[in-house]
């Protein structure tokens, strides 16, 4: 028996014992939700008495269904036969197609294609159809497309509805895109979730046999679903509705990847007898951090309301700094980072961003500080190009007809055959409607190329019909091992014997270690396939990272002592995407506050005055985040730079470069200076234009020295000039005074 009043506040409490019907736990930031839905599975099992099996948790990452599984795990004490089934909606998916997909004319042995094999089956039906890649990008075309299918439009629809030439290629495409996937009895992620929504729709029987298994069904993120999502939901709880969905509408955030806000903010009409309860205690962040926060999501007008309170006053306030440029951005970053762990070890920080480009400065100022850094975004370890070689040698041993992998690995390594002899494998297959394994033995069979060509296919064929021999014999390591080697892989990057080749043997050898964690789970070669196409960038984040650089994105669920929200500029953040509609300035505001609510103890927010834009042809001035605007000044340090951190612009005097004029201009930001008398640069005094000094230009009057370059004469000073931005000088060329 649990005594859940030992472990849980009574908000958390009431949430965990609504075991009966439609239950909206509407959980803020830090409320604990984690806790609440493991509490609330282990309740079932513990004190209600529910099988295992019959519960049913779906969420939206790896790591927070795994996260979750050794909770529930070490919660519960009783002995038991079963487990209740704690999944991503995709890996669920997947396992309910695995076993009923043949009632839609799909082999349950089909492939599941990730990002990049989309992108090349896009590429194979544009050049089938002759479009230039210049003309209809393959990206491109493949996110309308997804869309178009997250959006129930299918190719005829999508013809019908175009408005222009570009649009009717892509309907073309899309068109050819599904049959490509059809003949390769092969699904794309959008797929998973959409055959699996017609497969229960369609047949009544195999959604009452799942209505019936899963009895009590919770939903985690439930803010972040999608229309195909929801009607999953809606399709698992038609007999019965034990449903829990946990969700927190201010942190609805993937709104560009088809995520419905509406679905959360419209559960009461959905479900008219749903209980409503607010988890609003945070157990995570600071006062002054709530407050902030708060003030900021609470102008968003698409919000249920809640207000969070915690019982840790005070805390430091939320420190502003406005940099003089991007770079000097990331040195302030790396520089305060710095000075933190140096008075707190053991604390983690982060580094977010609205776009991944901004990685670069901070990655680079942090090298330059001796920071050791992770970046959660990068290259997977499962998108590494010879693990998705071997993994392609693998999906042909399941399903021969998948032609895009065929394609991948049928000259990988090199075996003499080429673009010649693959264009005539393709047209044997295009008019037949064949796969490329079929048309391979007809062009074998017949002999219709020449001899070489024709010894390299059968010897191809042959190696492959041999894995897919020892796939279903041998142990799945072995079977690795044997292809890294029989395949010639092994030898190849030997050969090649340089440090990038031996890395990437040493990658081969790590996947090995991955079939042998994969055996010990009693997977199958299947189940292995699907946890590879299945992995996402964040479940890559290494939480023993002292510092971690990602985007605001990949950061939702994550919690670090010391954070730092960057770019908050117009155009920036929020993005210029986005600047359209209300409802997206709203979702933009929402990854603010998903942003600022990671941080436990400390919260920095900072922006450039001047950024590079446009391939860095020019430093462009940027405009202040409405987002701060949102917070209230008095929770607010600002450290800037006192003449930096104020927009020229702002002033109206008649010149910049007057004493006067700047005096006035500190006066109206309410600081005092003294501009002393200008001292003329005297013999053996060129050393004293340092950084962070003031100094006056003939041309354009005082400025600030934000930037040293070398020594002496020769060094190179970047000085900010208000109403005139950054300049570039060196030192005993500039004619500078010392202020």
């Known amino acids: 028996m649990m005594h859940l009043e030992r472990e849980l506040n009574p908000r958390q409490l009431e949430a965990v014992r609504a075991t009966e019907g439609p239950v909206l736990i509407l959980a803020g930031a830090g409320s604990g939700k984690t806790r609440v839905i493991t509490h609330r599975i282990a309740h079932l099992i513990e004190n209600q008495n529910v099988r295992p099996e019959s519960i049913l948790a779906v969420t939206f990452t790896n790591k927070a269904a795994q996260q979750m599984k050794e909770r529930v795990n070490a919660l519960l004490r009783t002995m038991r036969t079963g487990n209740p089934l704690i999944a991503t909606f995709h890996s669920f998916c997947v396992r309910v197609l695995r076993r009923y997909i043949s009632a839609i004319g799909y082999g349950n042995d089909f492939t599941i294609y990730d990002d990049a094999d989309q992108l090349s089956l896009v590429k194979s039906c544009l050049k089938e159809l002759s479009l230039d890649e210049k003309v209809l990008q393959p990206r491109a075309a493949l996110s309308r497309i997804s869309h178009a299918k997250n959006h129930g439009v299918d190719p005829a629809r999508a013809y019908q509805q175009a408005y222009d030439a570009k649009s ?14 059809r003949q390769a009895n092969a699904l794309d992620f959008d797929d998973l979730l959409l055959k699996t929504v017609l497969l229960l729709g369609q047949h009544e029987s195999i959604r009452r046999t799942l209505n019936e298994q899963y009895r009590y069904l919770m939903v985690d993120e439930y803010q972040d679903t999608n229309r195909a999502q929801y009607r999953l939901i809606r399709q698992l709880t038609e007999r019965q509705q034990n449903l829990c969905v946990v969700g927190d509408e201010d942190q609805s955030i993937y709104g560009w990847r088809g995520a419905d806000i509406q679905n959360i903010l419209s559960f009461e009409k959905d479900y008219p007898n749903a209980r409503i309860i607010k988890l609003e205690q945070n157990y995570r962040s600071t006062k002054n951090i709530l407050d902030a926060s708060g003030s900021l999501v609470s102008k968003n007008e698409a919000r249920k309301g809640k207000t969070l309170w915690t019982e840790r006053s005070g805390g430091d306030p939320v420190t502003l700094y406005e940099a003089p440029d991007a770079e000097a951005e990331a040195l302030f970053v790396a520089h305060q980072i710095l000075e933190y762990q140096r008075r707190h070890p053991s604390d983690s920080a982060a580094v977010l961003y609205r776009t991944n480009f901004q990685s670069r400065l901070f990655e680079e100022a942090c090298r330059r500080s001796g920071i050791k850094y992770s970046v959660v975004g990068g290259f997977s370890f499962y998108e590494r190009a010879e693990i998705k070689d071997l993994l392609s040698y693998l999906k042909l041993c399941l399903n021969p007809n998948d032609s895009v992998s065929l394609l991948r690995v049928i000259n990988t390594p090199p075996r003499g055959i080429g673009k010649t002899s693959l264009d005539s494998l393709e047209l044997e297959a295009r008019p037949l409607g064949l796969s490329l394994w079929q048309a391979l033995k007809r062009v074998i069979e017949a002999k219709s190329l020449p001899a070489r060509a024709l010894k390299a296919f059968a010897d191809f ?67 292995f396939l699907d946890h590879a196409a299945l992995v996402s960038d964040t479940d890559d984040f290494n939480e023993r990272s002292r510092v971690t650089l990602m985007s605001l994105h990949s950061a939702k669920g994550l919690e670090f002592p010391l954070v730092f929200v960057v770019g908050l500029e117009e155009g920036l953040f929020p993005h210029s995407r986005s600047l359209d509609t209300q409802q997206e300035i709203e979702e933009e505001r929402r990854i603010c506050y998903v942003g600022m609510t990671r941080a436990e103890k400390k919260l920095f927010l900072t922006r450039a005055l001047f950024r590079r834009f446009l391939f860095g042809d020019s430093t462009n001035e940027t405009e202040r985040s409405r987002f701060l ?54 013999p053996g005094e060129s050393n004293r234009f340092k950084q962070g000094i003031y100094v006056r230009h003939p041309k354009f009057g005082v400025g600030h020295i934000v930037r040293c370059e070398g020594e002496g ?27």
């Open 713 to 739: 004469d020769e060094s190179k000073l970047t000085i900010n000039f208000p109403g005139y931005g950054m300049k570039k000088m060196v030192q005993k060329f500039a004619g500078l005074e010392k202020v």
């Open 168 to 181: 009717e290629r892509i309907a073309v495409v899309h068109e050819m895109y599904e049959k490509k996937l």
């Open 461 to 527: 064929q042959s190696l492959m019909q041999a894995f897919i021999e020892q796939s279903s014999q041998r142990p799945l390591p072995e079977l690795v091992r044997t292809m890294i080697e029989k395949s010639g892989y092994a030898e190849w990057l030997q050969d090649e014997g340089t440090e990038e080749a031996l890395t990437r043997l040493d990658n081969l050898k790590e996947l090995v270690n991955a079939a042998l964690d994969s055996e010990s789970r009693g997977e199958t070669l299947s189940d």
């Open 629 to 682: 605007a949102d917070i209230p000044a008095t929770l607010i340090d600002d450290i800037s730079p006192g003449l930096m951190s104020r927009r020229a612009a702002a002033y109206d005097g008649p010149t910049y470069n007057s004493r006067e004029s700047i005096q006035q201009f500190y006066a109206q930001r309410g600081k005092q200076v003294d501009l002393a008398p200008v001292k003329k640069s005297q």
